[in-house]
């Protein structure tokens, strides 16, 4: 088991508070960054055009809802229109088959 540490054990361990170095080689510097900055900008256009779209389809949404809420009110006020007329038209509906009662009871007497 020694023989194995030993032989695969690190030469120098590194101090708890030092940081580590990293090589840099402004060549590859170079070669990496072109590409990382169009990407960076094509990405930023898109999640740009991106949040556009969605502002543009959020703001329809509203219209259409606000439009449809408008609908609404209107078909709400029709139905109530219309169930005080139904109300009317039962009213008038038993007054007229109270005088038909009536007249059938007057008829049945004469006969």
């Known amino acids: 088991m020694e023989e194995i540490y030993e032989a695969n054990a690190p030469t120098e361990f590194p101090t708890p508070k030092g940081q580590p170095t990293l090589e840099q080689n402004p060549a590859a510097d170079e070669k990496i960054t072109l590409p990382v900055k169009e ?56 007054e007229t088959l109270e005088t038909f009662n009536n007249l059938l009871d007057e008829v049945s007497r004469a006969l």
């Open 39 to 94: 990407t960076v900008s094509r990405w930023k256009k898109e999640i740009l055009d991106k949040i556009q779209f969605l502002k543009e389809n959020f703001d329809q949404a509203n219209r259409d809802r606000e439009g449809l809420s408008r609908e609404m009110d209107l078909l709400k006020a029709e139905l109530d229109a219309s169930k005080e007329q139904a109300k009317i038209l039962e009213t008038k509906l038993a």
